[in-house]
């Protein structure tokens, strides 16, 4: 069975940084392309950052050049490092697996989701 489990989540002062974590079990990272989305109170969901399977990446515009998505094949984990941290950034996020980048990028599905990890950024 296929499972994904966020952390890191947490309140940081605006400016600051925060990793986020997503441990995958049940299929190995590698074979499946991954994203992170977020969902903040009263607006719609929004993909954030992308690996694809082939290692490519895909970041939305208002977060490149802050945030990096990584991930450890040998810990089978997806990573969110987010730094300069904005009050727009304020969000549930969740970690995300396709056998597809572009259904997630393009349409926002993913065939596995995570329970999600909420990211306070106050100023």
């Known amino acids: 069975q296929v499972q994904l489990k966020e952390s890191g989540g947490g309140s940081v002062q605006a400016g600051g940084s925060l990793r986020l974590s997503c441990v995958a079990s049940g299929y190995t990272v590698s074979r499946y392309s991954m994203g992170w989305f977020r969902q903040a109170p009263g607006k719609e969901r929004e993909g954030v950052a992308f690996?694809?399977?082939?290692?490519?990446?895909n970041y939305v515009d208002s977060v490149k050049g802050r945030f990096t998505v990584s991930q450890d094949k040998v810990k089978n984990t997806l990573y969110l490092q987010m730094n300069d941290l904005k009050p727009e950034d304020t969000a549930m996020y969740y970690c995300a697996a396709d056998s597809s980048v572009l259904r997630m990028v393009a349409g926002g599905k993913a065939d596995y989701w995570g329970q999600g990890t909420q990211v306070t950024v106050f100023s």
């Open positions: 690996i694809a399977s082939g290692g490519n990446v």
